[in-house]
């Protein structure tokens, strides 16, 4: 029996390892700041995943490739509802969460 790595194309993998997660430029995602009360600005740091909206129904939020099975740990406690998780870049998503959420616990210029 083969692994996933072993069969499936790069692409197909990655498809596995994020789902159908697209890749966003949070420049232009929309912005709902009501959604900010899903998760403190802690969290949101800690887990690298900032909420951006509901869209059909679906709290739609922000995160790394290497953070996305943070992000959907943390959303299924915290968030009593159906969630779509899209992917930044980790720079970006840090300058959102920090300016968003106001959050001081970070310098975004050393980070």
């Known amino acids: ?7 499936e194309p790069a ?10 997660a697209e890749e966003v430029n949070l420049a232009y995602e929309p912005l ?9 600005a802690r969290e949101a740091w800690d887990a690298l995943v900032m909420p951006l909206r509901i869209e059909h129904g679906e709290l739609v939020c922000a995160t790394t490739q290497e953070t996305y099975h ?11 509802g159906p969630t779509r998780l899209v992917i930044a870049g980790v720079r970006i998503l840090e300058q ?5 959420y106001g959050y001081e616990g970070v310098d975004i210029d050393a980070a």
């Not at 709902?32 to 403190?40: D, G, T």
């Not at 943070?70 to 009593?80: E, I, Q, T, V």
């Not at 959102?96 to 968003?100: G, H, L, S, V």
Request: glycine fraction near 2%; charge should be negative.
């Open 70 to 80: 943070a992000a959907l740990n943390l959303l299924s406690r915290a968030y009593d």
């Open 32 to 40: 709902e700041p009501a959604v900010r009360s899903v998760i403190s």
């Open 96 to 100: 959102f969460i920090a300016e968003q």
């Open 11 to 20: 692409s197909e993998l990655l498809s596995h390892l994020w789902g159908d």
């Open 1 to 7: 029996m083969s692994t996933p790595a072993e069969s």
